[in-house]
């Protein structure tokens, strides 16, 4: 039996997207991969995970229609939060963030992959991702944290995943 990656994949808007789907196939095109799709609330507390549960359904209907091995779940409202209540190195090998382009997306305004990179200390891909039913994926893995000489100030630097 082949080894089966289990990936995270942070998503809310964008998780029907074709983009995403694509980025998704391509990943599992390299290797065998399993997803686990994190989907953050849209309000605090259980009403806003409450309120997010159909669309999580709906996303991981339309990835089991694509042949995608997927369950999932909605995490707190503040994607950070959610993914660091989900993260188990134990239990994931890897993570996709996917966001809207640019200034559109929330997440991109506070460099959610890159964040993302550097709780979970893993290869993290960013997926640019347009709404469901439009455009081509941007995906690509996120850069590796330089590693500077500015001593406390490197924290300065952005994050990646593990060095070999």
């Known amino acids: 039996m082949a080894y089966v990656s289990r990936v995270l994949v942070v998503a809310s808007v964008t998780s029907t997207s074709d983009d995403l789907l694509d980025a ?44 995608l091995e997927a369950d999932g779940r909605v995490g707190d409202m503040d994607p950070l939060v959610a993914v660091s209540e989900a993260w188990d190195p134990r239990a994931f090998d890897e993570v996709i963030v ?14 959610l992959p890159h964040r993302v990179a550097r709780i979970t200390d893993s290869q993290v891909t960013h997926v640019v991702a347009g709404l469901p039913g439009a455009g081509k994926a941007d995906y690509r893995p996120v850069p590796e944290r330089e590693r500077s000489a500015l001593g406390p100030l490197s924290v300065l630097s952005w994050g990646g995943g593990k060095r070999s």
Do not use: I
Not at 26 to 54: C, D, Q, T, Y
Not at 98 to 111: C, D, H, I, R, V
């Open 24 to 67: 998704l196939r391509e990943r599992v095109g390299r290797s065998p991969a399993a997803f686990h799709l994190l989907m953050p609330a849209s309000e605090p507390g259980v009403v806003g995970r409450e309120a997010l549960e159909p669309r999580l359904e709906q996303a991981l209907a339309v990835w089991h229609e694509a042949g």
């Open 98 to 111: 996917s966001t809207l382009p640019g200034y559109a997306s929330k997440w991109m305004q506070f460099n």
